[in-house]
């Protein structure tokens, strides 16, 4: 069984601020985890993905996230957060093989970025 | 490149009603999962089809099925509506699964 949580159901940043958004996971099997951004009235865009290849993985938009299997954490970063960011960002889970594709999701995280 | 296409885009049926919702992956994507999104439940799960055939399938009732044709096309279908039906149906695509799947924009179903 895998779940995720997502600690902070709404984070508030200044422009400029470090964007930190952090995600737990629990998996039975060596995990695939995943970072996805929903803006208002649209579908999930895929930010990044860890697939057990390097634990530091560089998304899109000046994003990246650190896979730490000790701590089963996978935080969302940005060095400096810009208005256009403002969105809800979703923490997955899915396992490796066939039968283990689904991706399971948490609860979100809504980021709001201040002028 | 084109995205995964989900047709239509809003939806408004009544309860009892029956609704099917239809997806079209990127041309090469042999994989395809269903999405339930409410503001309550957040993302769940529906199934996934992999060359025609169910692969995973999600805690939904036997109301909700689908299915995937040879051109990797897919459809679900939602029978007997129920106002809690009500929710924002998301597709996704993948080329083998597993490695990230790609969204549509959704269909948005209000059940009334």
């Known amino acids: 069984a895998q779940s995720v949580t997502q600690l902070g159901s709404h984070v508030s940043v200044s422009e400029g601020a470090l964007v930190l958004l952090r995600c737990n996971y629990s998996s039975s099997v060596p995990p695939y985890l995943f970072w996805y951004v929903q803006y208002p009235n649209q579908g999930l865009q895929l930010l990044l993905k860890?697939?057990?290849?390097?634990?530091l993985v560089k998304g899109i938009n000046g994003f990246e996230a650190e896979f730490k299997k000790s701590e089963t954490s996978f935080h969302l970063t940005k060095p400096s957060a810009h208005m256009s960011d403002a969105a809800e960002y979703f923490c997955?889970?899915?396992?490796?093989?066939?039968?283990?594709?689904?991706?399971?999701f948490g609860k979100g995280t809504l980021l709001t970025v201040n002028p | 490149k084109a995205g995964v296409t989900q047709t239509p885009r809003y939806l408004i049926k009544t309860r009892g009603q029956q609704v099917t919702l239809s997806c079209s992956p990127i041309s090469g994507h042999r994989s395809v999962s269903w999405y339930q999104q409410t503001p309550g439940q957040g993302l769940q799960f529906l199934f996934e089809?992999?060359?025609?055939?169910?692969?995973n399938k999600g805690n939904f009732p036997g109301r909700f099925s689908g299915r995937q044709f040879s051109n990797s096309r897919s459809e679900m279908n939602v029978s007997t509506l129920e106002l809690g039906d009500s929710a924002l149906y998301l597709c996704?695509?993948?080329?083998?699964?597993?490695?990230?799947?790609?969204f549509g924009s959704g269909t948005r179903l209000t059940v009334v």
């Open positions: 997955a889970v899915s396992g490796s093989g066939g039968s283990n594709y689904k991706l399971t």
């Open positions: 089809y992999f060359s025609e055939t169910q692969r």
């Open positions: 996704a695509s993948s080329p083998h699964g597993g490695n990230g799947y790609t």
């Open positions: 860890y697939t057990s290849a390097a634990t």
